[in-house]
């Protein structure tokens, strides 16, 4: 248990649905993260909320979209995928200004299956 | 953001001393070097950081020598358990910067 929590842990969709994941973080933290995890490749950063202000936009396409309600929750919402999104989807919180500086917690995460 | 280098894969048994070695020759003067640890189908966990020399843990040690260009993660006495794959990360979160690059990592396979 790291604090991050993701559900669902398991989604199949087709093409035209629309889905949510959804990340809860229980460790008071301030910068949340979302990334993609494809088969055989490096972890893909997506998207990054500081304070609840999205800073950083990884060249996602639009058919991902996060929202930060608040500091402890995150949601990646998801339309009109593609099969090749397919992907674990991770999500991550830090502390900005700790000792640490490049610790991140990372949740179980949600593997996307696009059918 | 600086480039590392790690082996693809590496082997090993149970109760030997695993060494992944890390290359990062473009490290910045402000960055930190990072150690994760990922199992399948579940997110990376962070291991071990420092800035330089070495820094030991409950868990592992990094040696960094005094250029800083390469950096070594040390795992003593490995079990089954320790099969993952390694990533080693150099930068520097902060209040201005977010991005941290995770590289193709390190598959580490201990036999029993």
């Known amino acids: 248990e790291t604090g991050v929590t993701q559900t669902p842990r398991h989604l199949v969709m087709g093409m035209t649905n629309k889905k949510s994941l959804k990340c809860e973080q229980h460790l008071g933290h301030n910068a949340m993260y979302w990334y993609k995890q494809s088969a055989k490749k490096p972890l893909e950063l997506m998207f990054v909320?500081?304070?609840?202000?999205?800073?950083e936009n990884n060249s996602v396409p639009s058919r991902f979209s996060p929202e930060c309600p608040n500091s402890s929750h995150l949601f990646l919402h998801l339309h009109t995928l593609q099969p090749e999104d397919s992907a674990l989807y991770l999500c991550a919180s830090r502390e900005i200004g700790t000792r640490d500086y490049n610790e991140q917690f990372f949740g179980p995460g949600t593997r996307l299956t696009v059918l | 953001l600086a480039k590392t280098t790690q082996p693809i894969s590496m082997d090993s048994y149970e109760g030997q001393e695993v060494n992944i070695t890390c290359s990062h020759n473009n490290i910045a003067t402000n960055d930190y070097i990072t150690w994760y640890q990922q199992f399948p189908s579940q997110g990376p966990r962070f291991i071990i950081q420092?800035?330089?020399t070495k820094v030991t843990n409950e868990v592992a040690s990094l040696f960094i020598p005094a250029d800083r260009k390469s950096s070594t993660l040390s795992l003593p006495r490995v079990s089954l358990s320790d099969t993952a794959v390694y990533y080693c990360?150099?930068?520097?979160?902060?209040?201005?910067?977010?991005?941290?690059?995770f590289g193709t990592g390190t598959r580490l396979q201990v036999f029993p």
């Open positions: 909320y500081n304070f609840k202000e999205q800073t």
């Open positions: 420092g800035y330089k």
């Open positions: 990360l150099v930068g520097a979160l902060s209040y201005n910067t977010d991005k941290l690059i």
